[in-house]
């Protein structure tokens, strides 16, 4: 059974940065893509970025240039380091996990974690 945490989020004002870390209990992580998404209150749920296998990564326009994707096959964890944060970027943070390539959609993804709160102050 894969399971997936989330942890990193917490408050921060606009112009600041944090680091989300999701770690995944899955066989042979390294051959998998993994994926962020985000929600806000009263959103739809929307794709952040993904990373491939081999280390390709695609961001949404939303956060190009300003979040980066990063993962440790060694520990079984994918990272997302966000900087010059905005209120907009305000959302439960998700991380996801899948066998396709490029994967942008909710339903390319298998296994979800529980998510963790980024709260962006003006």
């Known amino acids: 059974q894969v399971q997936l945490v989330e942890s990193g989020g917490g408050l921060v004002q606009a112009g600041g940065s944090l680091r989300l870390s999701c770690a995944a209990s899955v066989r042979t992580f390294s051959t998998y893509t993994m994926g962020w998404f985000r929600q806000a209150p009263g959103k739809e749920r929307e794709f952040v970025g993904t990373i491939s296998w081999s280390g390709e990564i695609y961001y949404a326009d939303s956060v190009k240039g300003r979040f980066t994707i990063s993962r440790d096959n060694a520990k079984n964890t994918v990272y997302l380091q966000m900087n010059s944060l905005i209120p907009e970027d305000t959302a439960v943070y998700y991380c996801?996990?899948?066998?396709?390539?490029?994967?942008?959609?909710?339903?390319?993804?298998?296994?979800w974690g529980q998510g963790t709160q980024v709260t962006v102050s003006s």
């Open positions: 996801a996990i899948s066998s396709k390539y490029r994967p942008t959609l909710r339903k390319d993804y298998d296994y």
